[in-house]
Nanobody
Framework: QERLVESGGGLVQAGDSLRLSCAASGRTFSTYARAWFRQAPGKEREFVAA????????YYADSVKGRFTISRDHAANTVDLQMNSLKSEDTAVYFCAARIIATMRAYEYDFWGQGTQVTVSS
């Protein structure tokens, strides 16, 4: 059965870095585009970053551009999100997702992980 499992969340201070990882199993997710979304309490799920199937094209929300980097390892079937210069407004549950073609719309993604909490204290 296909699964996406996030890890790496935690509590950090503003300005710190954190690296999230999304491990895939049960399906050839290496042929899928992958993305990260986040959801803060009382807010809608929002796009953070996405990476194409090949890994050659990346997309970022304006709010994280220049601070976050998405990458993938096809051999390990993982997708990472390196988050630098974290701000309190980055606090949210972060979800990884997969679909054939990368988009920025959450409702278009077919597979989701359970999420990992990131809390940035100021």
């Amino acid at each position: 059965q296909e699964r996406l499992v996030e890890s790496g969340g935690g509590l950090v201070q503003a300005g710190d870095s954190l690296r999230l990882s999304c491990a895939a199993s049960g399906r050839t997710f290496s042929t899928y585009a992958r993305a990260w979304f986040r959801q803060a309490p009382g807010k809608e799920r929002e796009f953070v970053a996405a990476i194409s199937r090949s890994g050659s094209i990346t997309y970022y929300a304006d709010s994280v551009k220049g601070r976050f980097t998405i990458s993938r390892d096809h051999a390990a079937n993982t997708v990472d999100l390196q988050m630098n210069s974290l701000k309190s407004e980055d606090t949210a549950v972060y979800f990884c997702a997969a679909r054939i073609i990368a988009t920025m719309r959450a409702y278009e993604y077919d597979f989701w992980g359970q999420g990992t909490q990131v809390t940035v204290s100021s």
